[in-house]
């Protein structure tokens, strides 16, 4: 446990030591999303991709939680919703999957976006999926609470309501709130399951994703 963290955290160093660059210049991860490309792929029948940033690219043992699931893993640390619609053929519609989890608008709400304006990107990313696979289940992940961000706390239970009510009226599409779990009895995030970064989770955070997911994996 105590190295799955160390990993966790040096990777988070990583990421939140890269600069700061708009959401309007999503070519800033084209590397990332080569190196995807170029990576053998092996599973029967069709995946499951997670997808979005670096709550998605730092959970390295998803595969291990989830075994006996065709999971591919497309995370691509600090991007947004608006990223990932650039790279939606790439990152998701190229693998034909089952479904899709998605985890964005944590970055969107730091970088000063609008609920509308992530709202509006989320839906066009369901458009393009439902458009290119009409069998696709698609889950939002809810952007999750933390210490570092708590400010902000507002506005992302906001989002999360608008998206949650989307869900709900739009069909293939699901809501998992992994927001309410990670609060403690005093309605505050909890503070034992982030890396010393106050962002990115530990295993311990790990744990309650998984605990919300499990039970929506190709239901």
Same mark, same amino acid.
């Given at each position: 446990?105590?190295? =799955?963290?160390?990993?966790?955290? #040096?990777?988070?160093?990583?990421?939140?030591? #890269?600069?700061?660059?708009?959401?309007?210049?999503?070519?800033?991860?084209?590397?990332?999303?080569?190196?995807?490309?170029?990576?053998?792929?092996?599973?029967?029948? &069709?995946?499951?991709?997670?997808?979005?940033?670096?709550?998605?690219?730092?959970?390295? +043992?998803?595969?291990?939680?989830?075994?006996? /699931?065709?999971?591919?893993?497309?995370? /691509?640390?600090?991007?947004?919703? %608006?990223?990932?619609? =650039?790279?939606?053929?790439?990152?998701?519609?190229? =693998?034909?999957?089952?479904?899709?989890?998605?985890?964005?608008?944590?970055?969107?709400?730091?970088?000063? @976006?609008?609920? +509308?304006?992530?709202?509006?990107?989320?839906?066009?990313?369901?458009? &393009?999926?439902?458009?290119?696979?009409?069998?696709?289940?698609?889950?939002?992940?809810?952007? @999750?609470?933390?210490?570092? &961000?708590?400010?902000?706390?507002?506005?992302?239970?906001? #989002?999360?309501?608008?998206?949650?009510? =989307?869900?709900?009226?739009? @069909?293939?599409?699901?809501?998992?709130?992994?927001?309410?779990?990670?609060?403690?009895?005093?309605?505050?995030?909890? %503070?034992?399951? /982030?890396?010393? +970064?106050? #962002?990115?989770?530990?295993?311990?955070?790990? +744990?309650?994703?998984?605990?919300?997911?499990?039970?929506?994996?190709?239901?």
């Amino acid at each position: 446990m105590k190295n =799955y963290n160390l990993i966790l955290l #040096l990777l988070s160093m990583f990421l939140t030591s #890269l600069p700061e660059i708009s959401s309007q210049d999503p070519t800033r991860f084209a590397d990332d999303i080569q190196s995807y490309k170029e990576a053998p792929v092996e599973y029967e029948g &069709r995946p499951i991709v997670f997808v979005g940033s670096s709550s998605i690219r730092m959970w390295s +043992d998803i595969n291990q939680r989830f075994q006996g /699931f065709p999971i591919l893993n497309r995370g /691509f640390g600090g991007s947004q919703m %608006s990223d990932l619609l =650039y790279y939606l053929d790439d990152l998701v519609i190229q =693998y034909k999957p089952e479904q899709v989890f998605i985890y964005e608008g944590d970055n969107d709400i730091a970088s000063g @976006k609008s609920n +509308d304006e992530i709202l509006k990107d989320a839906q066009e990313v369901v458009t &393009r999926l439902l458009g290119a696979m009409p069998d696709v289940e698609v889950v939002f992940i809810a952007p @999750k609470p933390s210490v570092k &961000r708590w400010d902000m706390a507002n506005q992302y239970m906001a #989002l999360n309501a608008a998206l949650s009510k =989307y869900a709900e009226a739009t @069909k293939q599409v699901r809501f998992a709130d992994v927001w309410t779990p990670a609060l403690g009895s005093d309605g505050k995030v909890r %503070s034992d399951i /982030f890396l010393d +970064d106050n #962002l990115h989770m530990n295993a311990q955070g790990y +744990d309650i994703w998984e605990e919300v997911v499990r039970p929506i994996l190709a239901e």
